[in-house]
């Protein structure tokens, strides 16, 4: 298979030397992209002294408009996506593709326990990967890697999806998911990145989270609308039961709760219908 790497990078002239020297090691063949994000240090002239192929941002536009760039310009039949920064080892590039060789349409890099970067966001993290898999129908082991390796032509379909910021991990993740794709795993280590992150905690872990709600409504809308639309109708009778009990009365309040119960549900059954036809070319 042909194969592309693709580093978004941001100001990495301190790591992305290092990382492509590693890449062209274990794969010398390998087309290997970097998009230099609007960066203010010399990136782009290391990373293209090391013999890779670079796209520059004329300003910063974010990683997931980088990734885009990346895969755009790709040649690759496959398409490995990994960071600039020294976190990822190349040397687990092979494990990747072998898995992909097996029939699968995108495979994570899975970061195991003690990869995290502090404990606050491994155990953001757990709850991103249980919320997803509650929407996906499917485990989901790393929502947020940005190790991953995917059929270029099938990640292509989900571009104009993809958010310009650090998410582009989990909308891809579940795009996959929900349009029917083969996804699987291969558990990695993740060093200790080379520079300082780019990413803040409480505003991208924000971010996060409402993306993933997002990307429900979006790809699984009745997995949010059944279960408020049932939390509503089950306050509405209880509170009618309340009233029946103690005033004899059926009230407005339960009556209001009752019709919002009917609509939200609704709504989600439209949304669920809306959604299938995003995927009438997928299938």
Not at 75 to 90: E, K, P, R, W, Y
Not at 128 to 153: C, I, P, Q
Not at 237 to 254: K, L
Request: no cysteine; aromatic share 10%.
């Amino acid at each position: 298979m042909n194969v592309s790497i693709v580093l978004p990078a941001k100001n990495e002239s301190a790591a992305v030397g290092i990382t492509i020297a590693n890449i062209r090691k274990e794969h010398p063949d390998a087309e290997i992209i970097v998009v230099n994000d609007g960066s203010s240090d010399d990136t782009a002239a290391v990373a293209a002294q090391a013999g890779a192929k670079v796209i520059n941002h004329p300003y910063s536009k974010g990683n997931g408009a980088a990734i885009k760039t990346g895969a755009r310009a790709a040649t690759g039949d496959v398409i490995v996506f990994m960071d600039a920064d020294g976190q990822h080892d190349s040397a687990d590039i092979p494990r990747l593709l072998e898995k992909m060789a097996e029939s699968y349409d995108l495979v994570v890099g899975a970061r195991q326990k003690g990869s995290q970067a502090s404990v606050g966001r491994g155990l953001a993290n757990k709850l991103y990967n249980k919320l997803a898999s509650y929407m996906t129908g499917h485990k989901v082991e790393d929502l947020t890697s940005g190790f991953r390796a995917v059929r270029a032509s099938k990640f292509r379909e989900f571009l104009y999806l993809l958010p310009n910021g650090f998410s582009y991990p989990t909308t891809s993740t579940m795009a996959f998911f929900r349009a029917g794709y083969s996804v699987s795993y291969v558990p990695i280590h993740a060093a200790q990145r080379i520079g300082k992150s780019h990413i803040r905690l409480l505003r991208d872990g924000t971010r996060f989270l409402l993306i993933i709600f997002k990307i429900g409504t979006l790809f699984s809308p009745l997995k949010l609308f059944a279960p408020i639309a049932l939390l509503m109708f089950v306050l509405a009778s209880g509170w009618y039961g309340y009233t029946f009990v103690t005033i004899g009365r059926f009230t407005n309040m339960s009556l209001l709760m009752y019709v919002g119960s009917v609509s939200v549900f609704l709504m989600g059954l439209i949304s669920e219908q809306i959604t299938a036809l995003m995927y009438k070319d997928s299938a």
